[in-house]
C-alpha cells in the first residue's frame, strides 16, 4: 500500500469533496515570495537528487509524472525544471500532440501504456491521455457516449499501474485568462519562442468556460486517495516550480527507508555472489598451486587410513600372544 500523500502548496484534489477551479486564485502562493521559494527549492533540490537515485538503484517502484494545463501554462517549463534535478539517463519524457494516423488505428489508450516507465524510470508526460476527455469533449471529437466511458476506463487504467508499483502524480497548471494572452502576446517578441507559435493557442481561447468544465469532471471523477490531482497556481512560475518540487519530495519521501531496505538486500546478495566470483578467480590465476593443495589434501587422506590400519594389525598381534 502507497505511503499516505501530505499537502503542499498545491490544492490537493482527492475526490472527497466537488473542487471547481473558481475555488483557486491562479496567482496564489499562500504567503509564500520569491526569495523565500528560491530558499526553499535550494534546500530540497538535493533531497529530490537522492530521492530520484534512490528510486532508480532501487528498481522496485517507477514514477509517473502528469503534466496537464491550457495552453502558455507552462508545461515546458515544468518538465525542465524536473529535469534540472534528475538523473537524465533514468528520465523519459513524452509529448503527447495529436494523435498519429498509426495511435488512431488503436485504442486511445494504446499510446499512453506504451510510454509508462519501467521499475526504476521516472516519464514525464507532456499532456496525457486526459486530452481524451477534454479535447475530444471541448471539440466534438467523438460522441458524447464514447468520451463518457473513459474516466472510469482512464481509472482502471491508473490503478493498473499503481498496482504494479508506478507512483502517479498528477499535476495541473492552473492560469488566468489575463496572464495566458500576456504569455501568447510575449512569445511573439521573443525570436527563442518562436516555434512555440501557434494560431490554434488563440482560437482555444474562445472554448474557455468548455474547457474549465471539462477539467472539472477530470478532478471530480479521475482523482483518489492514491491517486489525487494536484493543482497548483501557476500565475507566477516561480511559484510553479516550488510547488512542483515540494510536492513530489513529499510524496518520494515516505519510501526512503523502503529503498535503503531494498538495496541492503540487492547488497548482501552481490556481496555473497562476488566472493564466490572471487575465489573461482583466484583458482583460475594460480592453477598450479590449487593443483598442488589438492594433491596434498589427497597424499595426506591415505596415510591416515595406513596409521590406521597398523593400529588395528598391532592390536590383534598383541591379542593372540
Same mark, same amino acid.
Given at each position: 500500500?502507497?505511503?499516505?500523500?501530505?499537502?503542499? @502548496?498545491?490544492?490537493?484534489?482527492?475526490?472527497?469533496?466537488?473542487? %471547481?477551479?473558481?475555488?483557486?486564485?491562479?496567482?496564489?502562493?499562500?504567503?509564500?515570495?520569491?526569495?523565500?521559494? #528560491?530558499?526553499?527549492?535550494?534546500?530540497?533540490?538535493?533531497?529530490?537528487?537522492?530521492?530520484?537515485?534512490?528510486?532508480?538503484?532501487?528498481?522496485?517502484?517507477?514514477?509517473?509524472?502528469?503534466?496537464?494545463? #491550457?495552453?502558455?501554462?507552462?508545461?515546458?517549463?515544468?518538465?525542465?525544471?524536473?529535469?534540472?534535478?534528475?538523473?537524465?539517463?533514468?528520465?523519459?519524457?513524452?509529448?503527447?500532440?495529436?494523435?498519429?494516423?498509426?495511435?488512431?488505428?488503436?485504442?486511445?489508450?494504446?499510446?499512453?501504456?506504451?510510454?509508462?516507465?519501467?521499475?526504476?524510470?521516472?516519464?514525464?508526460?507532456?499532456?496525457?491521455? @486526459?486530452?481524451?476527455?477534454?479535447?475530444?469533449?471541448?471539440?466534438?471529437?467523438?460522441?458524447?457516449?464514447?468520451?463518457?466511458?473513459? @474516466?472510469?476506463?482512464?481509472?482502471?487504467?491508473?490503478?493498473?499501474?499503481?498496482?504494479?508499483?508506478?507512483?502517479?502524480?498528477?499535476?495541473?497548471?492552473?492560469?488566468?485568462?489575463?496572464?495566458?494572452?500576456?504569455?501568447?502576446?510575449?512569445?511573439?517578441?521573443?525570436?527563442?519562442?518562436?516555434?512555440?507559435?501557434?494560431?490554434?493557442?488563440?482560437?482555444?481561447?474562445?472554448?474557455?468556460?468548455?474547457?474549465?468544465?471539462?477539467?472539472?469532471?477530470?478532478?471530480?471523477?479521475?482523482?483518489?486517495?492514491?491517486?489525487?490531482?494536484?493543482?497548483?497556481?501557476?500565475?507566477?512560475?516561480?511559484? #510553479?516550480?516550488?510547488?512542483?518540487?515540494?510536492?513530489?519530495?513529499?510524496?518520494? %519521501?515516505? @519510501? %526512503?527507508?523502503?529503498?535503503?531496505?531494498?538495496?541492503?538486500?540487492?547488497?548482501?546478495?552481490?556481496?555473497?555472489?562476488?566472493?564466490?566470483?572471487?575465489?573461482?578467480?583466484?583458482?583460475?590465476?594460480?592453477?598450479?598451486?590449487?593443483?598442488?593443495?589438492?594433491?596434498?589434501?589427497?597424499?595426506?587422506?591415505?596415510?591416515?587410513?595406513?596409521?590406521?590400519?597398523?593400529?588395528?594389525?598391532?592390536?590383534?598381534?598383541?591379542?593372540? %600372544?
Amino acid at each position: 500500500m502507497a505511503p499516505s500523500r501530505p499537502q503542499s @502548496y498545491v490544492e490537493l484534489v482527492d475526490g472527497r469533496k466537488r473542487f %471547481r477551479l473558481s475555488q483557486l486564485d491562479t496567482g496564489e502562493t499562500w504567503g509564500l515570495d520569491k526569495e523565500a521559494a #528560491r530558499l526553499h527549492v535550494a534546500s530540497i533540490e538535493d533531497e529530490f537528487r537522492e530521492l530520484a537515485d534512490l528510486l532508480a538503484y532501487a528498481a522496485s517502484h517507477s514514477l509517473l509524472v502528469i503534466i496537464q494545463g #491550457r495552453d502558455a501554462a507552462g508545461k515546458d517549463g515544468c518538465v525542465r525544471r524536473i529535469l534540472s534535478f534528475s538523473n537524465v539517463q533514468t528520465v523519459r519524457v513524452t509529448a503527447f500532440k495529436v494523435p498519429s494516423a498509426q495511435e488512431l488505428a488503436h485504442d486511445y489508450l494504446w499510446r499512453i501504456h506504451k510510454a509508462a516507465p519501467e521499475k526504476g524510470d521516472l516519464a514525464i508526460f507532456n499532456r496525457s491521455h @486526459y486530452e481524451d476527455v477534454v479535447a475530444v469533449r471541448v471539440h466534438n471529437l467523438v460522441p458524447k457516449e464514447i468520451w463518457q466511458k473513459r @474516466y472510469e476506463q482512464i481509472n482502471n487504467f491508473e490503478e493498473v499501474l499503481t498496482d504494479a508499483n508506478t507512483i502517479v502524480v498528477k499535476f495541473f497548471l492552473h492560469i488566468s485568462p489575463d496572464e495566458q494572452e500576456r504569455r501568447l502576446l510575449e512569445r511573439e517578441n521573443d525570436s527563442r519562442k518562436f516555434w512555440k507559435l501557434n494560431p490554434s493557442d488563440w482560437i482555444e481561447r474562445d472554448f474557455w468556460e468548455e474547457t474549465t468544465e471539462a477539467y472539472e469532471d477530470v478532478f471530480n471523477k479521475c482523482s483518489s486517495k492514491e491517486r489525487p490531482w494536484h493543482i497548483i497556481p501557476s500565475d507566477k512560475k516561480w511559484f #510553479r516550480d516550488v510547488a512542483v518540487l515540494e510536492t513530489l519530495v513529499s510524496i518520494l %519521501r515516505p @519510501y %526512503r527507508a523502503r529503498w535503503m531496505a531494498e538495496l541492503e538486500k540487492i547488497g548482501e546478495t552481490a556481496k555473497a555472489e562476488i566472493a564466490k566470483a572471487r575465489q573461482h578467480s583466484q583458482m583460475l590465476s594460480h592453477p598450479v598451486a590449487s593443483i598442488s593443495k589438492a594433491k596434498k589434501a589427497k597424499k595426506a587422506r591415505p596415510k591416515v587410513v595406513a596409521r590406521t590400519k597398523k593400529a588395528t594389525r598391532t592390536k590383534k598381534a598383541k591379542k593372540s %600372544r
